[in-house]
């Protein structure tokens, strides 16, 4: 079952910020919001994550709402390397990360 | 640190063929995963150990399917025989401790003719 809802594709101008949008509304209060992007040919990669609080790290910023039903990852300059296809998942502990269809960035130059 | 390592890169092999994929995880993580990807179905779990021990291999499609992790510094997973089904990207992923980032393998890329 799909935990998470996000939309299929966004675009983006380079060096523009970009907000990506998830919906969690079934999330349990031991869950974390975990992103992961998945860049051309590559393996996924970590990005953030977060429990209730707003998370910032070199790469990205994570703004939680106060209900926990949703959540913004947000790239503050996309660059042409940022178009990746971002997962948003919710994770118990050290477990498995259970992937959806996540959304598809594409960047302009 | 070299990241996680997984060989080989590429692997064409025909049908009927056994297949072996090695993963090497970052020293010092205890926790390693076994994963699938491909067009129809996405990326999902196959197998997962925690200090050398599996824990889940719900996501093992069948029994042609085995995965061994004799140390902690080594991991296979094998296909016997091997199906052109099983075309896929195999990714390996290692991480420490709870709630950690998983760290993930370059892949290796399998077809099966």
């Known amino acids: 079952d799909a935990k998470t809802t996000q939309p299929n594709s966004m675009e983006s101008n380079e060096e523009e910020p970009v907000h990506l949008p998830c919906n969690h509304s079934?999330?349990?209060?031991?869950?974390?919001i975990h992103w992961y992007r998945q860049l051309p040919s590559q393996g996924p990669e970590y990005v953030i994550h977060?429990?209730?609080s707003n998370v910032n790290n070199r790469m990205a910023s994570l703004a939680i709402a106060e209900d926990r039903k949703s959540s913004t990852l947000i790239l503050h300059r996309a660059t042409l390397r940022d178009a990746a296809v971002y997962y948003c998942?919710?994770?118990?502990?050290?477990?498995?990360?259970?992937f959806g269809k996540g959304t598809r960035l594409s960047v302009i130059a | 640190d070299a990241g996680v390592i997984q060989s080989p890169r590429h692997e064409v092999t025909e049908m009927g063929q056994e297949v072996t994929l090695r993963c090497k995880p970052i020293s010092g993580h205890n926790s390693l995963f076994w994963y699938r990807q491909t067009m129809m179905r996405g990326l999902e779990l196959l197998i997962y150990?925690?200090?050398?021990?599996?824990?889940?291999d719900s996501g093992m499609p069948e029994d042609r399917f085995s995965a061994k992790m004799p140390n902690a510094s080594f991991s296979t997973l094998k296909i016997q025989p091997s199906e052109p089904r099983d075309s896929a990207v195999y990714f390996c992923a290692s991480s420490f401790g709870d709630i950690s980032a998983q760290y993930f393998g370059p892949g290796t890329r399998l077809t099966v003719t």
């Open positions: 150990f925690n200090n050398n021990v599996p824990i889940d």
């Open positions: 079934t999330i349990s209060g031991t869950d974390y």
């Open positions: 977060g429990l209730t």
């Open positions: 998942i919710l994770r118990e502990g050290n477990t498995p990360l259970v």
